[in-house]
């Protein structure tokens, strides 16, 4: 007998099966006799190329709510007996785990189990924004590792337990560790000072393995679900993790992971972390970084560095104390550099935090100033680009330009702070603070005469050997009434202090702040879906309760549909 | 007397004058008796918005090449008489410099110079490459000031330098210090070990201003101009540079600061950085890192964050020496990941340095992999994806999929190098190992069968007190012949080492190597331009001729021409 195989399929019409159960129905089907390969798949577009590029394709006609079994087989009848094999072999598996008694609600097992302040939601996309929201409704936290989750679905949840001190991990949330115990894909890691926020799970599991082969250990991973950093959603999960481990006392050092956010939603998260009064190390995986770093807040490029800035900033302690702020009249930062790459430098910085932002040198798209003669915004002018330079000297030796560009600024009374770059050295003018300190002095008694706050800082850049005198510049500078600073960095951070958007403060927003029990207590847990998740929760001393949650009308939509409209 | 000012206006048509004269010339006028403002410029559209927006604006009829000159004057008579003077001060202004005899031609100023390495140049951008070219064909390095020269002349001319083992840095380069010598705008800074490369010129100003003030000091800094990294100009002087810093005795860590180039020039610097056999690090402005850093290759995200590195690893001496590679049959790297931040994480770093890179989670549009199911070139997959795990079990739990791909990839005869992941944990699968170890074991001997060297690596997450034994997954793993690797950077670290570009051998490339001597001797120096440049450079101890330059024909172009093709 060596005839060609055969590949025969069966089709169990709109049922649903835990994923758990077609994996294992997989299995039993291969292991049988005469067999050679089986598939069992949910009938999508996408699952019927994979069934196919395996060579166990079929033509039949099914819809995504189908279950397909296909059998690769050495005989006509031991493909026969495989596809007969499939009803037993799935009621098997379906009882083979349900030895007490479940509740078949939600609501029943918060009874049974009334100390679980977390629900786990695993079920599948569709279904699960509405378990999710009933065990808001419920009063409980919700870890929501389904996915396939519509983004309005998502945010609505979101503003929901935003309203009631609640959190939604999720969805599409694969790891946490809360109090000690680790949700959905986790990793047992000793308990130590390092708090981290992550939209996704294998981020936060990598962060979990590095840290604890350190010897660091964490005190919680919170995950947010890959959308939460969306404009859609902003980051609402993300803000009250960080908000809770700033409070958290077993929490020294945050650490924060995901892909790049929306700019809105990096501007307000990078507002509340540097607000934090704690080291936060930043990773947006993809995004060019905003700089090395200000005050408490590290941008590192990739996990591993995550980790050592973590281990560092434990170790050191440096940067905690939150930033004091101080505010100038008007709203609108400008910047008029003759060196361009200070001036791209600071746009990058500036451009992360502030909005909007508007330069001849854009990073973005969005960034270009229409016309360079009028700044709009807030506005960093390379001044030494060549639509500034053609048959003219660079602004590092000729200051003219500059100093008729820094009377327009400060003439505009919604300007708060205008910032200069001062290039010392061999090739430059010989005498830069002699030249632009009169016009800044002029600038700024002009302000306070029209009684507005008006400020301007210095850049200076420049080497003790050089031959204008480093320290005679900068007394010249400071005399005129600027802040003169020596890096980029002071110069980012006396900017964000002067226009940089505020942390709202809880109160103001009458938010309902998360209880930090929430992170703490995990003793208890309602698990809706996937089993092995209870029985790791279970493993980890856990008590947990499984739902023995069933689709409506068994999972036919029409039929869910008609039972909906007959409750309302 | 309170009539309003008047603003008068007067032309030169199509004369040359040095930037320097015009700024002393406009200076002069601005103090000349009732006159309140003044503007001296080439009539170019941008200058003469700049002109109006100072209320010095004219409707004369000028073109680019013609000087404007504009007064604003508190009465008629002052306004002519400021006006009347304007030749007899240019002709002040333009005597007064020129005290000794100076060459009128580059080649007289060599043959007094003899000993002069380096021709600076800084006459307007339309002149400037000419001269440059002339520098070289006698056998000179040029630092090349001038902006606004066409890409392709610059092209040309980095050929030629490329190939008779010198440099042009720039053009559009601001500073250079060689052999303790600063070009152009450049900061005195004292001696040290570091060796800077920078594209523009004020970010390598700030590093020396920086690294001073750190006492940490520099060997030299290499300025190579904004477009040198551009894939029309191809990074030539970048490598010769880093080339340069690389056999120079002087020099122990390089910095390397730019925007971001184009990405084949990327992937040529990285591999040249990494043979270095001297730590590097690399800023690249704007430009999402490709993780932290790997072996003796640090990414910085700022200036400030690059001194740092810089210091330390001068204090350290990490990673100095170059990686050993080695080869596997094949071209190609498949990831098949179960992670979707691992498989993100691994995408940004391989995708710097390897060509072409396709994905399911692509970073960059050209990455796209057009059909999931098939790989092709480097293929990095997260087969936790959307696309993947419709109404199926997470990768993470069931392997599955990733076992028949694996097989699919591993008969693939281009393929050198399987990535795979296995992230331990709760809610993971209790046995990865046991699952995986088979599968890469049946590949790696059909491969060997069929007389080929494929190679597996493994990226394992976990920890020691993760249910499924740590040490134990990793020796199953081992076992079936794949290496194991415990952190992302050392996946793309082994993987570079597989298939990463190699540095060219400088005797393949047949390529004149630059001596060391042209950044060492700068005793002597050729300016062929704005006169404050060789001003600087005597003042540092250098010996400088700088030649009497006027353009062919006096700047008139259409006579330039004529006399171009009688000299042919």
Redesign the interface.
């Known amino acids: 007998m060596s005839a060609e195989p055969v590949v025969r399929t069966a089709l169990r019409a709109g049922s649903y099966h835990d ?2 159960v ?2 294992q129905l ?1 299995r039993a089907l291969a292991a049988l006799p005469g067999v050679l390969d089986a598939g069992v ?2 009938a ?1 577009p ?2 019927r ?2 069934l196919a ?2 060579g166990l394709g079929s033509e039949v006609v099914a819809g ?1 709510d189908d279950l397909l079994i296909s059998v690769q087989a050495a005989s006509e009848p031991a493909a026969a007996a495989a596809l007969a094999a499939v009803d037993s072999l799935l009621r098997v598996r379906a009882a083979g785990t349900g030895a007490d008694y479940r509740p078949r609600r939600l609501s029943t097992a918060v009874q049974q189990l009334p100390a679980a302040r977390w629900v786990v939601v695993s079920v ?1 996309g569709r279904y699960a924004a509405d378990v999710a929201e009933e065990a808001l409704d419920l009063g409980r936290n919700v870890f929501l590792y389904s ?2 989750v519509p983004v309005d679905r998502e945010a609505s949840l979101k503003r929901k337990a935003r309203d009631r001190g609640l959190l939604v991990l999720g969805p599409d949330c ?1 790891t946490a560790v809360l109090g000690g115990t ?1 949700f ?7 308990r130590g000072r390092i708090g981290l926020i ?1 939209a ?4 936060l ?2 962060l ?3 840290l ?2 350190d010897e660091a250990g964490i005190s919680h991973a919170i995950g947010t679900g ?1 959308r939460d950093l969306s404009a859609a959603v902003g980051g609402i999960t993300a803000s009250q993790a960080l908000d809770l481990l700033r409070r958290d006392e077993d929490t020294d050092v945050l650490v924060l ?1 995901s ?1 790049p956010p929306a700019p809105e939603v990096t501007r307000r998260l990078l507002g509340e972390a540097r607000a934090a009064g704690k080291p936060v190390i930043v990773c947006f ?9 200000w005050g408490n807040v590290w ?7 995550a980790r ?1 800035y973590a281990l560092k900033a434990l170790q050191e302690r440096v940067g905690a104390s939150p930033p004091t702020t101080f505010s100038t009249g008007g709203r609108w930062v400008r910047g008029l550099f ?5 001036a ?2 600071i746009l ?2 500036l451009g992360a935090v502030l909005t909007p932002v508007y330069s001849n040198i854009p ?1 973005t798209a969005d960034q270009r100033l229409p016309d360079p ?1 009028k700044s709009q915004g807030h506005t960093i002018l390379d001044l030494g680009a ?9 602004p ?3 200051f ?2 500059r100093l ?1 560009r820094l009377r ?1 600024e400060a003439a505009d009374p919604e300007v708060a702070l205008i910032l200069l ?1 001062v ?6 003018h010989a005498d830069p603070a002699g030249e632009l300190a009169p016009g800044i002095e002029r600038a700024l008694t002009e302000a306070r005469a029209a009684g507005r706050e008006l400020a301007v800082a210095v850049l200076l ?7 204008q005198d480093l320290q005679e510049q900068s007394a010249t500078l400071e005399r005129s009434g600027a802040r003169v600073v ?4 002071e110069l980012v951070e006396h900017t964000w202090r002067c226009v940089g958007e505020r942390p709202r403060d809880p109160a103001e927003t009458a938010l309902a702040p998360v209880p930090l029990e929430a992170i703490r207590d995990t003793r208890a847990v309602i698990n809706v879906g ?1 089993e ?2 209870a029985a ?2 279970a ?2 001393g856990a008590e947990v309760v499984q739902v023995d949650w069933r689709p409506p009308a068994g999972g036919n939509e029409k039929m869910a549909a008609l039972l909906a409209r007959m409750k309302r």
């Open positions: 994923s758990v077609l994996m997989q798949v949910m999508t996408a699952n190329e994979l590029a395996s995504p599948p996915d396939n694969g680790g959905g894909f986790s990793n047992r890691t000793r992550g996704s799970g294998t981020g599991q990598a979990l393995s590095y604890d082969g890959g992971v892909k995986l993809g995004a060019a970084p905003p700089g090395g770093g941008f590192a490029n990739s996990l591993e560095e050592g003759s060196g361009g790459t200070l791209l430098e990058l910085c990073v003669l060549d639509e500034f330079t053609v048959g003219r000297l660079h590092m030796m000729d003219d330009l008729r327009q770059d290039v010392l050295g061999d090739g430059a850049i420049g080497t003790a050997a050089d031959p020596r890096t980029v960095g996937i092995t998740f790791s929760l493993a980890q």
